[in-house]
């Protein structure tokens, strides 16, 4: 029953990230939002949680796994009933923002209460539950979104979460086991300039391009003193935050991970990696339905073969790993993702089933190929004391490059032909992850 508790919390964050993304669309219409606004929908969550999911885990350390867990759930409940009762763009960015410091309590709580409740024999099997959850859920996103805002307007796609989170607070009430606590500082001043750097970047990436208020596609493109303090500040203030991390007593980011290559090559794999699917997420939505015209339904079904690939093979391809060695699949994965967005972005004016639909199988594949060899590098990089925090680290570094992506996908959509730009982007940033995985000494496990 923890189990149960800690996979439906959890789906609620992950189902929540990849089912908006196609009722946009139709969000960006009801509620009459620019480009801008529809994109700090998606930055506002990301951002919050990306800057905060490291506080989330020392969080439930001090406070208790199962309580913190359950705070969690009910302010993420909360605020995705705010979300549904949104009267403007406004009100749903603020409340997208509590969603996403939600989401960073409950992700890293989750696995924490999972690896504190089962015995070690049992702990990898159950977290293999959960990831295998969290991959279906991630990935059914898609189709559940599209098919909840073709029947129900946009805002049933929130209407999801307040259920799970009443159901998965009354199994942890009742079965949770005594919380075990550790005294930890947080470091807040890390957490606040990180937060402050990376909304930065995140504004001046989504500054690039025409602007839609100055005649859209045909405006002159936007640039400027506001956009380059924006992106130095930004620049400048990851820099600080490097710099805060080797100075703090408690840092979130200890500096020794940095000297471990391993560790730091994979995360700046998966950076890339993730930086890329993120723009074709943001992107492909509107190219079915306002180019194509399909319906919200219709539009969340071409996901499905993404859905199935690594919802279905994940499991099975991750255990190819031990027999022919995980940088070939860290490889051949980003690698196949490329393919399939410059398919995508060849094809936009052909045919929906050769030019989408099977590219978006690639897709599925290539994930599956990719996702657990990289959880596993990136644990084996490290002792087994730090595997929880590299954990967080790397969950991180995901939230962050979706941040991006979605920034920079929303920057390069304004301009003609961004859609095919924003692909090709898109497999340049994938090829670069292949290319850091292949020099990445995956071996590494100590320092």
Same mark, same amino acid.
């Given at each position: 029953?923890?189990?149960?508790?800690?996979?439906?919390?959890?789906?609620?964050?992950?189902?929540?990230?990849?089912?908006?993304?196609?009722?946009?669309?139709?969000?960006? !219409?009801?509620?009459?939002?620019?480009?801008?606004?529809?994109?700090?929908?998606?930055?506002?969550?990301?951002?919050?949680?990306?800057?905060?999911?490291?506080?989330?885990?020392?969080?439930?350390? *001090?406070?208790?796994?199962?309580?913190?867990?359950?705070?969690?759930? *009910?302010?993420?409940?909360?605020?995705?009933?705010?979300?549904?009762?949104?009267?403007?763009?406004?009100?749903?960015?603020?409340?997208?923002?509590?969603?996403? !410091?939600?989401?960073?309590?409950?992700?890293?709580?989750?696995?924490?209460?999972?690896?504190?409740?089962?015995?070690?024999?049992?702990?990898?099997?159950?977290?293999?539950?959960?990831?295998?959850?969290?991959?279906?859920?991630?990935?059914?996103?898609?189709?559940?979104?599209?098919?909840?805002?073709?029947?129900?307007?946009?805002?049933? *796609?929130?209407?999801?979460?307040?259920?799970?989170?009443?159901?998965?607070?009354?199994?942890?009430?009742?079965?949770?086991?005594?919380?075990?606590? /550790?005294?930890?500082?947080?470091?807040?001043?890390?957490?606040? /300039?990180?937060?402050?750097?990376?909304?930065?970047?995140?504004?001046?990436?989504?500054?690039?391009?025409?602007?839609?208020?100055?005649?859209?596609?045909?405006?002159?493109?936007?640039?400027?003193?506001?956009?380059?303090?924006?992106?130095?500040?930004?620049? *400048?203030?990851?820099?600080?935050?490097?710099?805060?991390?080797?100075?703090?007593?408690?840092?979130?980011?200890?500096?020794?991970?940095?000297?471990?290559?391993?560790?730091?090559?994979?995360?700046?794999?998966?950076?890339?990696?993730?930086?890329?699917?993120?723009?074709?997420?943001?992107?492909?939505?509107?190219?079915?339905?306002?180019?194509?015209?399909?319906?919200?339904?219709?539009?969340?079904?071409?996901?499905?073969?993404?859905?199935?690939?690594?919802?279905?093979?994940?499991?099975?391809?991750?255990?190819?790993?031990?027999? /022919?060695?995980?940088?070939?699949?860290?490889?051949?994965?980003?690698?196949?993702?490329?393919?399939?967005?410059?398919?995508?972005?060849?094809?936009?004016?052909?045919?929906?089933?050769?030019?989408?639909?099977?590219?978006?199988?690639?897709?599925?594949?290539?994930?599956?190929?990719?996702?657990?060899?990289?959880? !596993?590098?990136?644990?084996?990089?490290?002792?087994?004391?730090?595997?929880?925090?590299?954990?967080?680290?790397?969950?991180?570094?995901?939230?962050?490059?979706?941040?991006?992506?979605?920034?920079?996908?929303?920057?390069?959509?304004?301009?003609?032909?961004?859609?095919?730009?924003?692909?090709?982007?898109?497999?340049?940033?994938?090829?670069?992850?292949?290319?850091?995985?292949?020099?990445?000494?995956?071996?590494?496990?100590?320092?």
């Amino acid at each position: 029953m923890v189990l149960v508790a800690c996979v439906l919390a959890s789906s609620m964050a992950f189902i929540d990230a990849t089912a908006l993304p196609v009722a946009l669309p139709r969000l960006r !219409a009801d509620l009459g939002a620019g480009l801008a606004s529809v994109q700090w929908v998606l930055n506002g969550y990301m951002l919050a949680l990306a800057s905060l999911t490291l506080i989330g885990g020392a969080l439930a350390d *001090v406070y208790g796994k199962a309580r913190i867990l359950a705070v969690g759930c *009910v302010l993420f409940g909360l605020a995705s009933a705010a979300c549904a009762l949104a009267p403007s763009s406004a009100w749903l960015i603020a409340a997208r923002v509590v969603q996403g !410091a939600a989401a960073a309590i409950v992700t890293p709580a989750s696995l924490a209460l999972i690896g504190a409740t089962y015995p070690r024999a049992e702990r990898n099997r159950a977290i293999g539950v959960w990831a295998a959850a969290s991959a279906l859920t991630t990935a059914g996103g898609p189709v559940v979104g599209g098919w909840l805002t073709e029947i129900m307007g946009w805002p049933s *796609v929130f209407w999801i979460n307040p259920p799970l989170a009443l159901v998965a607070v009354g199994a942890l009430v009742a079965f949770a086991p005594n919380d075990v606590r /550790i005294q930890r500082r947080f470091d807040v001043i890390g957490a606040a /300039i990180l937060a402050s750097a990376l909304g930065a970047l995140a504004w001046a990436l989504s500054q690039v391009g025409p602007s839609e208020a100055q005649g859209g596609a045909d405006a002159p493109v936007r640039t400027g003193t506001p956009l380059a303090i924006a992106a130095g500040l930004g620049i *400048v203030g990851l820099a600080v935050y490097v710099f805060w991390e080797f100075r703090s007593e408690h840092p979130m980011t200890p500096p020794r991970l940095f000297e471990n290559r391993a560790f730091l090559g994979l995360n700046v794999a998966t950076l890339m990696i993730y930086t890329g699917i993120s723009i074709m997420f943001f992107l492909l939505p509107f190219d079915l339905i306002d180019r194509r015209a399909l319906s919200s339904t219709n539009a969340g079904l071409v996901f499905l073969p993404f859905t199935l690939g690594v919802g279905l093979l994940s499991s099975v391809l991750g255990g190819l790993a031990d027999k /022919i060695g995980a940088r070939t699949m860290l490889v051949t994965g980003p690698a196949g993702a490329a393919l399939a967005y410059v398919w995508m972005a060849l094809g936009q004016k052909e045919s929906l089933m050769i030019d989408v639909i099977i590219p978006m199988a690639l897709l599925g594949l290539s994930f599956a190929v990719l996702v657990a060899p990289l959880t !596993a590098s990136v644990m084996s990089s490290v002792d087994q004391m730090t595997e929880g925090l590299a954990s967080g680290i790397n969950n991180a570094t995901s939230r962050i490059a979706q941040l991006i992506g979605v920034a920079l996908a929303a920057g390069v959509a304004s301009f003609d032909s961004g859609y095919e730009l924003g692909l090709v982007i898109a497999a340049a940033i994938s090829i670069g992850g292949a290319l850091t995985a292949a020099i990445t000494p995956t071996q590494d496990a100590t320092f």
